[in-house]
């Protein structure tokens, strides 16, 4: 199975950048994604990573070391609407997983003026 | 876009009450998935379906079964409805390789 580990709040000054770190252990690895979840709506895909590295699109940036079961998600020039709850998920890479994802609790980020 | 539909946003049922939740896709996507949801749990898989009347088990079936008549249809039935069924409850698609799923809005069930 899978074992996903994120911080569970972050508090930030609107225009400061925030990292939030993600660590999991897998038994099978296709993908790690990053979701956003505002209060009472569905979480929203935000990025993707399969190979190591740096992933950039536009204020969010999304990095993945698979040797060291690591990954983050950078939020750069922070706007009040940041605030959300952000979820780190690994995608089964196991030919009968048939796609799923095992999900991280969430880090609430808390934007403050 | 990809729409996937939960019937209900808000629902209240009694304990004991056998109840269904309603996802419905119109992109002819065959992998589909039921979560809840809790505090500080994060999203947990009850079942998913990769085909028409084709079912796995997730990670916390109990209490659980789901059905898979039609392609774009798949429902969540809890036979019995306990009050630690309270949660959200959100459907997902495989949208696709490099995107993951596509959520509905969720429904917020609870069990008095």
């Known amino acids: 199975g899978q074992n996903i580990d994120q911080p569970t709040e972050m508090t930030a000054t609107e225009g400061a950048i925030v990292q939030i770190n993600c660590t999991y252990q897998?038994?099978?690895?296709?993908?790690l994604f990053w979701y956003q979840q505002h209060a009472g709506e569905a979480p929203t895909f935000l990025s993707y990573?399969?190979?190591?590295g740096l992933e950039e699109k536009g204020r969010f940036s999304s990095f993945l070391s698979r040797s060291k079961g690591y990954s983050y998600l950078l939020l750069k020039e922070l706007q009040m609407k940041d605030s959300a709850s952000y979820l780190c998920?690994?995608?089964?890479?196991?030919?009968?997983?048939?796609?799923?994802?095992?999900f991280g609790a969430g880090t609430q980020v808390v934007v403050t003026p | 876009d990809v729409k996937v539909t939960q019937s209900s946003r808000y629902l209240v049922k009694r304990t004991g009450e056998k109840v269904f939740l309603e996802c419905v896709q119109d992109?002819?996507?065959?992998?589909m998935f039921w979560y809840r949801q809790d505090p500080g749990l994060g999203l947990r898989l009850i079942y998913f379906?990769?085909?028409?009347?084709?079912?796995e088990k997730g990670d916390i079936p109990e209490g659980y079964s789901v059905s898979r008549e039609k392609k774009e249809r798949f429902s969540l039935i809890l036979e019995s409805a306990s009050t630690n069924q309270t949660s959200m409850y959100l459907c997902?698609?495989?949208?696709?390789?490099?995107?993951?799923?596509?959520f509905g809005s969720g429904t917020r069930l609870t069990v008095v």
């Open positions: 998920a690994v995608r089964d890479g196991r030919t009968d997983s048939w796609g799923k994802l095992q």
């Open positions: 897998t038994s099978g690895f296709n993908g």
């Open positions: 990573n399969v190979l190591d």
């Open positions: 992109m002819d996507h065959e992998n």
């Open positions: 379906s990769y085909d028409v009347k084709m079912k």
């Open positions: 997902a698609t495989l949208t696709g390789t490099n995107y993951g799923y596509t």
